[in-house]
């Protein structure tokens, strides 16, 4: 079975400053790909940005990059600049194609972006 | 990427009656699936909805409770039954294009 670990509850960050989520995950699949989706209070789950786990290449996405570390099973997201419209939960997701790219989530992590 | 619309967006009910959640699709997809997020939870997966197949139910789902239907490729819902206050959460639908899922609005169901 796979597992999603998210382990800060809650984190905080000023304005223009940057900031980095945790993730790691367990998994005996070799092809499988990773997600940040964000959930802003409207609840619509947004997805941040994507990682092939075949591509030794970080993902990028304007301000949103991530740092995939495949041997560790470590896929964290880093947010530059943050702005206050990146206050949301951040759920970080694994999908792969023998389940038809169904997700486990982590928990979340709640981000707060202060002025 | 795919346009997503949920209908109800939020409902009250009372107990022991059933909802039926509608998820349509602004394109044809293979495959469909249904999410609960529990208050203050993460996203737990109920079952995956393909065309012209029975749904398959994620461990402590079962279609008895959670009937789901999958007339075409753009449609799908899903049945809440015999509600109890425990079945109080947002209910998602999201489609696969791909290897990428992306999600509807979400329904907000209260069980009183």
């Known amino acids: 079975a796979q597992t999603v670990t998210q382990s800060q509850p809650e984190m905080s960050v000023q304005e223009a400053e940057t900031v980095t989520l945790s993730c790691t995950y367990d998994?005996?699949?070799?092809?499988?790909?990773l997600f940040w989706y964000k959930q802003p209070p409207s609840r619509q789950m947004i997805l941040v940005i994507r990682?092939?786990?075949?591509?030794?290449q970080n993902a990028t996405e304007n301000r949103f990059s991530v740092n995939f570390q495949k041997a560790a099973k470590s896929f964290s997201l880093k947010i530059s600049d943050s702005q206050l419209g990146d206050t949301a939960m951040y759920f970080c997701?694994?999908?792969?194609?023998?389940?038809?790219?169904?997700?486990?989530f982590g928990k979340g992590t709640s981000l707060l972006v202060t002025p | 990427s795919a346009v997503i619309s949920q209908k109800p967006s939020r409902d009250i009910c009372q107990r022991g009656t059933s909802l039926t959640i509608q998820c349509q699709v602004d394109?044809?997809?293979?495959?469909m699936f249904w999410y609960r997020q529990q208050p203050g939870q993460s996203l737990t997966l109920i079952a995956t909805?393909?065309?012209?197949?029975?749904?398959?139910?994620e461990s402590g789902f079962v279609i008895d409770k959670f009937p789901i239907s999958r007339p075409n490729l753009t449609f799908s819902t899903l049945t809440v039954s015999n509600m109890s206050p425990e079945d109080s959460s947002i209910y998602l639908c999201?489609?696969?294009?791909?290897?990428?899922?992306?999600f509807g609005p979400g329904t907000r169901l209260t069980v009183l």
């Open positions: 990682q092939e786990a075949y591509k030794q």
């Open positions: 999201s489609v696969s294009t791909g290897d990428t899922q992306y």
């Open positions: 909805a393909n065309q012209g197949s029975e749904a398959t139910y």
């Open positions: 998994t005996s699949e070799s092809n499988y790909y």
């Open positions: 997701a694994f999908g792969h194609s023998n389940s038809g790219y169904a997700l486990n």
């Open positions: 394109s044809q997809v293979t495959m």
